[in-house]
């Protein structure tokens, strides 16, 4: 038996660690809510308060993520729960590493920027967008872009992504998706 790695979970049939990202969706989903009302409460009332614990509990979430395990992530176990009835989307734990790694500096250099480094608000604020752009991404489209660039510049490219990007070639500018017809 293979011994469980800290990031995804081993699939019979795969032999790489993956994640469910219909799970992982699901998450990001949870999480823009939450960092969507913090940023908007702040730049609606200047009050920071509300985003520096978002920015807290989302650096914390990403360290959860990477270094303790998926298993024990709240947002991810709850993400698992809603998405329980859908078949799983297993993709391939290395991207998702990447991805995690940047949503953690994020977080963390928003933090340092809202606290130790003192600087203006609006960096803070701009920060923050940039993730929770990041966050919609991956949400409503199913765009990680720590996958992408592990799809660009990895030594070893994924194999498995999320919607088969890795496999899939789509048409050229301008030219139509074949669609088969009985």
Request: net charge positive; glycine share 10%; aromatic share 10%.
């Amino acid at each position: 038996m293979k011994e469980q790695p800290v990031v995804g979970q081993w699939v019979e049939g795969i032999d790489t660690p993956v994640v469910n990202e219909r799970a992982v969706r699901a998450s990001a989903g949870i999480l823009f809510l939450a960092g969507f009302s913090a940023w908007l409460w702040s730049v609606i009332t200047g009050d920071l308060q509300p985003m520096r614990i978002f920015g807290i509990v989302f650096a914390i979430e990403m360290m959860l993520r990477l270094f303790v395990g998926t298993a024990f992530t709240p947002t991810l176990i709850l993400g698992a729960l809603i998405t329980r009835p859908q078949r799983p989307e297993w993709v391939e734990a290395r991207s998702k590493i990447l991805a995690w790694g940047m949503g953690l500096g994020m977080s963390l250099a928003g933090c340092f920027s809202l606290g130790w480094l003192g600087l203006p608000t609006i960096v803070a604020q701009v920060i923050c967008g940039v993730c929770l752009l990041l966050l919609y991404l991956e949400t409503a489209f199913g765009i990680c872009l720590g996958c992408v660039v592990a799809q660009r510049f990895a030594r070893r490219k994924p194999q498995l992504c999320a919607g088969d990007t890795c496999a899939y070639t789509p048409p050229a500018k301008g030219e139509q998706h074949s669609i088969l017809r009985d």
